[in-house]
Each structure stands twice: as structure tokens, then as C-alpha cells.
């Protein structure tokens, strides 16, 4: 007969793990971390539609829609980038988010 050995798992939890921020997409409205994420911002020195801020470094309002064609489609539909940002339509942001997602 084989005695079973029990072997201890160490209960040390690694909590090291490096947060990443969390925002909210403007199209499912599910809360994903950043690198997930779109973010967009809007020009605040020409006030001039929106940019995408592939960086995310820019500073300024942003909003974030998730890297999907459908949370894209969602935004469009429901304006929830211009909503977010506070600036007038600009249709073109999300031809460039699509062509982002294609890439
Ligand atoms: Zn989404």
C-alpha cells in the first residue's frame, strides 16, 4: 500500500498582480481594462470632432469603446462617444475605429 502524501499548497496568494485601470465602454457599458479598450478623445484646442488616442497618453476627455465591431456599432448608434466627450456628431470616428479593428 502507497501512502498518500499530501502535499501543502502554499496558500501565498500572489497579489502582486499590476492593476490595470478600468474604464467603461461607451458601447456594452461593461467596465474592461484599459488595454482592452479604445480610447478616444476630442480636440480641445480646435474643438474639432474626435481623434483616437492610440497611446492613451493624450491628455484631455476621453471616452473608451471596447477593440469589437460591434461595441463600435453600438457607440454609433446610440452617440455614445459624442455623448461622452460632450462635442458635436462626427460620423468619421468611427469609420477610423472600424478601420482600426480591421487592421
Ligand atoms: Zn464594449
Redesign the pocket.
Known amino acids: 500500500m502507497r501512502k498518500k502524501v499530501q502535499t501543502k499548497t502554499p496558500m501565498n496568494q500572489q497579489n502582486s498582480i499590476k492593476k490595470t485601470p478600468q474604464r467603461r465602454?461607451?458601447?456594452?457599458?461593461?467596465m474592461?481594462s484599459k488595454t482592452s479598450?479604445f480610447r478616444i478623445i476630442s480636440h480641445t484646442f480646435s474643438n474639432e470632432g474626435l481623434q483616437i488616442d492610440l497611446n492613451q497618453k493624450s491628455p484631455g476627455r476621453g471616452a473608451?469603446?471596447?477593440r469589437?465591431r460591434?461595441?463600435i456599432a453600438?457607440?454609433q448608434k446610440s452617440k455614445g462617444l459624442e455623448r461622452s466627450i460632450k462635442c458635436s456628431a462626427c460620423p468619421e470616428i468611427y469609420t477610423q475605429l472600424k478601420a482600426e479593428v480591421e487592421r
Open positions: 465602454c461607451v458601447g456594452c457599458r461593461e474592461k479598450l473608451y469603446v471596447c469589437n460591434e461595441c453600438i457607440a
